[in-house]
Each structure stands twice: as C-alpha cells, then as structure tokens.
C-alpha cells in the first residue's frame, strides 16, 4: 500500500480540499469531512494509508 501526504487546504460544509504534500501538484482533493478526523481544520497535516486518514504532527 501507498502512503499520501496531504494538508487541509480548505473546508466547505461537508467536504474539505487536500492538497497532496509529499509530490509537487496543485491539483486539489475534494473529501468527504466524514471520511476525515474530527478534529481537522485548515492547515492540518494528514496520512493517508491503508483507505484512513490520520492526522500527523
């Protein structure tokens, strides 16, 4: 399994914007908060791994 790297780049509602930090894209990820930690805000730093995301210092 592949590990991604992202920052909460935007929230809107439901859905927050991630966008990929470990490769150089401006491409946006449109998710589902439902699908994210509970405690995400702007600017928070994500894993993904393993189909969860996990909030990361």
Do not use: C, H
Request: charged share 30%.
């Amino acid at each position: 399994m592949e590990t991604f790297y992202y920052i909460v780049a935007g929230i809107d509602g439901d859905y927050a914007n991630l966008q990929r930090t470990d490769i150089e894209s401006d491409d946006l990820k449109l998710v589902a908060r439902a699908l994210l930690p509970e405690a995400i805000q702007e600017g928070t730093k994500l894993k993904y791994e393993m189909f969860q995301y996990e909030i990361i210092e």
